[in-house]
């Protein structure tokens, strides 16, 4: 019996069309543990994230990146819980997420963590264009992370990110397989946006 295979499409259900980068994306395990990278493409991620919307334009994403095979990509991985690192090791790259909290005075960013926020959804976005999967992750040691990295006071590092592509057909592991294909689901509109006071659906 053949392995079912990774699924490339898996459209978000939604109640009107959303443009397709955003109703493709969703974030698989199975990924190519062959597959790279490449360097324009990982430019464009960041670049990306470069220009997402920041208070103030205070810029407060900062990220560390490292391509599979090389010493980085191998700090990162270390710092993963066990369950992720089982899959993430097939990863093209990964990217450790980091906000900057305090400027150069000392003082504390105002929305430094919503900044990393929107600047690593531009990178996830950015990621479908270039035909690239990504999976994000809180599942990581934010002190070891710290401590490997040598990172700065006013520093905190707060998401992983895997970037790939899926894995061939039968390539991956069946309860990678299995994970992917559960369905995707997200609460209704009338659960999540309100409208002339709370709890009254807007739509």
């Known amino acids: 019996m053949t392995d079912p295979a990774p699924q490339s499409d898996r459209h978000a259900a939604t109640s009107v069309p959303l443009h397709p980068l955003l109703a493709q994306r969703w974030s698989p395990r199975a990924l190519d543990p062959t597959a790279e990278v490449g360097e ?4 464009a991620l960041f670049e990306a994230a470069r220009w997402a919307p920041s208070w103030g334009n205070t810029q407060p994403a900062r990220f560390l990146v490292g391509r599979r095979g090389d010493a980085t990509f191998q700090c990162i991985h270390d710092t993963l819980v066990p369950g992720n690192q089982a899959w993430a ?3 093209g ?3 450790l997420g980091v906000a900057a909290t305090h400027d150069h005075a000392g003082d504390p960013l105002p929305y430094a963590e919503y900044g990393l926020a929107l600047a690593t959804q531009n990178l996830v976005v950015q990621a479908m264009a270039e035909g690239l999967f990504t999976h994000q992750m809180a599942g990581f040691d934010q002190e070891a992370a ?3 990295f040598e990172l700065p006071e006013g520093f905190q590092p707060l998401v992983v990110v895997a970037v790939g592509t899926l894995a061939e057909p ?3 592991p069946a309860e990678l397989v299995e994970r992917d294909a559960r369905p995707r689901s ?3 509109l009338s659960e999540l946006v309100f409208g002339p006071g709370w709890g009254v659906p807007a739509f």
């Open 40 to 43: 324009d493409q990982l430019r």
């Open 89 to 91: 090791a097939a990863s």
């Open 93 to 95: 790259a990964l990217v």
């Open 146 to 148: 710290r401590k490997v």
């Open 170 to 172: 039968g390539a991956a």
């Open 186 to 188: 997200r609460k209704p």
